[in-house]
């Protein structure tokens, strides 16, 4: 059974700091791109930024400079570091991952950053 479980969300004031983790398991396929996404209320879910099996990385232009994105091939752990925190940066945070045919999402943790 695939499982994708994130942690690391919270209340943060703004400026502050916080590092989300995703631990993924139950994959059969190789694990290619990992990535974040996040979904503010009343709006649609966007990419916050993706990470190749060999490490390239891109991001969303609204997060360039304050989030790094790095991921553990062996254990299948995805973190997002983010700093310089925002109030607009509040939203729940998904992870996703695309092994093989397939992608998976998790459930989501809730991130609010405090103005």
């Known amino acids: 059974q695939v499982q994708l479980v994130e942690s690391g969300g919270g209340l943060v004031q703004a400026g502050g700091s916080l590092r989300l983790s995703c631990a993924a398991s139950?994959?059969?396929?190789?694990?290619?791109?990992m990535g974040w996404y996040r979904q503010a209320p009343g709006k649609q879910r966007e990419l916050v930024g993706v990470?190749?099996?060999?490490?390239?990385?891109n991001y969303a232009d609204s997060v360039k400079g304050r989030f790094t994105i790095s991921r553990d091939n062996a254990e299948n752990t995805l973190y997002l570091q983010m700093n310089s925190l925002k109030p607009e940066d509040t939203a729940v945070y998904y992870c996703?991952?695309?092994?093989?045919?397939?992608?998976?999402w998790g459930h989501g943790t809730q991130v609010t950053v405090s103005s």
């Open positions: 990470i190749t099996r060999g490490g390239t990385t």
């Open positions: 139950g994959i059969i396929y190789r694990i290619n791109v």
């Open positions: 996703n991952v695309v092994a093989g045919p397939y992608t998976y």
